[in-house]
């Protein structure tokens, strides 16, 4: 079974999605993550994907979802479970997923982590990077330096309110109606965003 991850930005889907692809042995697919990795590689596609990237360009949607199954088709073994995080988006995207998906026989569902808008603005304001290894802690990190290198946290340059707002339009005017059609089909799995990262895990373990 594949799993995508739905969740407003702060809902901490990154992380969960994290710690269930490992428990699961899934592979993790996340867009901005493969597009860096393909970039590199000496491939048709990576060339592809680099010459886009230095142009600045949007990745067209036709080549993300020929990143998709180029993905699938290099799996460990073809019954290993994905993991995709933060696609898809749009509805556009939606179609051409789904499409992919079955063509190539997966099984999916989607996991929805429950926020409220609020309690969203809330973390993303509170939320620091570090300065050198730019790791990400959430609100609750109290400490001052981080625990990995001991750098200094500062406030992310992206997280401030208006690009916070912004960013959160999108999530409801785009992808909200993708999470209310995977939840009409019977596709959406539940679970309460709000919470210790432990619980959250508990829960959406329970779930699957
Ligand atoms: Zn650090």
Redesign the pocket.
């Known amino acids: 079974m594949d799993y995508t991850l739905f969740g407003i930005q702060g809902s901490g889907k990154g992380t969960q999605g994290k710690i269930l692809g490992e428990k699961i042995g899934a592979a993790y697919f996340e867009t901005g993550g493969e597009l860096r990795r393909l970039a590199k590689e000496d491939s048709e596609l990576g060339k592809k994907v680099k010459s886009i990237i230095e142009a600045g360009r949007l990745v067209p949607n036709e080549v993300v979802m020929e990143i998709v199954e180029n993905f699938i088709k290099h799996l460990q073994k073809p019954e290993q479970p994905i993991v995709f995080d933060g696609i898809p988006r749009n509805g556009r995207q939606n179609d051409s997923l789904e499409a992919l998906l079955k063509k190539n026989g997966r099984e999916y569902t989607g996991i929805y982590f429950e926020l409220s808008r609020e309690e969203a603005e809330n973390r993303l304001v509170k939320r620091r990077i ?1 300065s ?4 990400v802690f959430p609100a609750f990190y109290s400490e001052k330096d ?1 625990e ?4 200094k946290l500062v406030t992310r340059a992206d997280d401030n309110a208006d690009s916070i707002r912004t960013r959160i339009e999108i999530f409801y005017k785009e992808t909200l109606p993708v999470i209310e059609s995977w939840d009409k089909n019977g596709r959406m799995i539940k679970v309460n965003g709000v919470g210790k990262i432990e619980s959250v895990t508990q829960e959406l373990l329970s779930k699957i």
Do not use: A
């Not at 050198?132 to 790791?135: F, G, L, Q, S, Y």
């Not at 990995?148 to 750098?151: E, Y």
């Open positions: 570090c050198k290894c730019k790791t981080c990995k290198c001991h750098g």
